[in-house]
């Protein structure tokens, strides 16, 4: 039998753990609504939330001003996605994905929060088994830090091959160099949807992006204003 201060330091600990999941709770809002958005002509209904949470890393549970970018982007230019295998970096509720699931042979959705994570899955779901046409391509989410090799090992193990597209808005290039590499120059583009917030950065991925090996192609005619902000879409190769 433990002595008293054994079990007054166990009830400590307890109270401590519970008190951490009300915080925990406090922060994390997941109001999400069930929302319409048109792309062209595509409509697509996700869950998301409709104004951020409290805590800075559940970005992911909004739909984003370089998401936007993207969707359009991507749903005037479909014939880019016709029977591709796609990655997606940074998925967050999954619209991207979404849009390109009624495309695609191969939608894989990432995404590094697990709260994320959780509503990202429901809308795979929701339109896996949505009364209207089924995608016709395989849908799967996983968990996808950045920087994070064995996990991103876990997905190249299970997708050995690569993929025919990376995508990703508002992203940190470097993550995609080793994507790129997996099929070879000329074999994977990385679309990426950049949304300027400051000047300083816009030359530091150019630049970046070369010292890496990559080419990065501003796409013309697809600089414009989101929001209040400048977005424009880079497509990137290995040189």
């Known amino acids: 039998m433990g002595s008293e201060s054994d079990k007054g330091r166990e009830a400590i600990v307890e109270e401590e753990e519970e ?3 009300c915080l925990e709770s406090f922060f994390i809002n997941d109001d999400y609504q069930l929302t319409k958005f048109t792309f062209g ?6 869950y998301c939330l409709q104004s951020a949470s409290t805590d800075f890393d559940l970005t992911g549970q909004l739909v984003w001003p370089g998401a936007m970018l993207m969707n359009g982007y991507l749903s005037e230019n479909a014939d880019i996605l016709q029977g591709c295998s796609v990655l997606e970096l940074g998925s ?3 619209i991207t994905g979404v849009l390109c699931s009624k495309f695609c042979r191969k939608v894989i959705f990432t995404d590094h929060n697990d709260e994320v994570l959780k509503i990202l899955k429901k809308n795979i779901d929701l339109h896996g088994h949505s009364s209207g046409p089924k995608p016709s391509a395989e849908l799967e989410a996983a968990k996808l830090e950045w920087g994070n090799s064995d996990q991103l090992g876990q997905i ?3 997708h050995n091959d690569g ?4 995508l990703g808005a508002d992203i940190y290039i470097l993550i995609v160099e080793q994507l790129l590499r997996i099929r070879g120059q000329g074999n994977c583009k990385f679309i990426l949807a950049y949304v300027s917030r400051a000047r300083q950065m816009d030359s530091a991925i150019l630049r970046e992006g070369a010292q890496h090996g990559m080419l990065m192609n501003e796409v013309s005619g697809t600089r414009c204003t989101v929001g209040n902000l400048e ?3 880079y497509e990137i190769t290995l040189q």
């Open 231 to 233: 977005g424009v879409i």
């Open 92 to 94: 967050g509720v999954g």
């Open 163 to 166: 993929f025919d597209l990376i």
């Open 19 to 21: 008190e951490i999941v």
């Open 41 to 46: 002509s595509h409509v697509l209904e996700l």
């Open 156 to 158: 190249l193990k299970k």
